[in-house]
């Protein structure tokens, strides 16, 4: 992509391409209303900001991890109070423990899960050379 200089607002496909997710993955999460564009061009083209790049950075790295679109939302929502300083900060940074913690148990499970395929995947290929 050519770089963008920060601050400068970016069509949807610049943020496909910067974030690597589908023109339609981008439009599903504004649907739901997880990132919404800054602005739109006078031609009507969606146009967003760093901030909403940031967010979606965010959802994609809470996907594999199998967040719902609600849990995204509350987690977006705390990162943007704690940034603002808004609300009890103390309450606050107690939820993002708990998110922390149930990213950390999901971690832990699909790294059990990778266990468990690359065995697979390894008996597969002892079979293969011990068939040659």
Do not use: C, W
């Not at 739109?40 to 790049?53: I, K, M």
């Not at 990162?79 to 993002?96: F, I, P, S």
Request: proline content about 2%.
């Amino acid at each position: 992509m050519t770089g963008t200089p920060r601050g400068e607002l970016m069509q949807i496909g610049q943020v496909a391409e910067r974030t690597g997710l589908s023109l339609r993955t981008i439009r599903f999460y504004e649907e739901n209303g997880l990132v919404i564009p800054t602005a739109r061009s006078e031609g009507g083209f969606r146009l967003y900001s760093e901030n909403e790049v940031a967010r979606l950075e965010v959802i994609k790295r809470m996907k594999p991890l199998g967040f719902s679109l609600e849990e995204m939302q509350e987690l977006l929502t705390l990162l943007a109070d704690l940034n603002a300083a808004t609300g009890d900060r103390e309450q606050l940074v107690d939820r993002l423990r708990m998110f922390h913690e149930a990213a950390t148990a999901r971690v832990t499970a699909l790294k059990k899960e990778l266990a468990v395929a690359e065995g697979f995947a390894t008996t597969l290929a002892e079979r293969l050379d011990a068939s040659r």
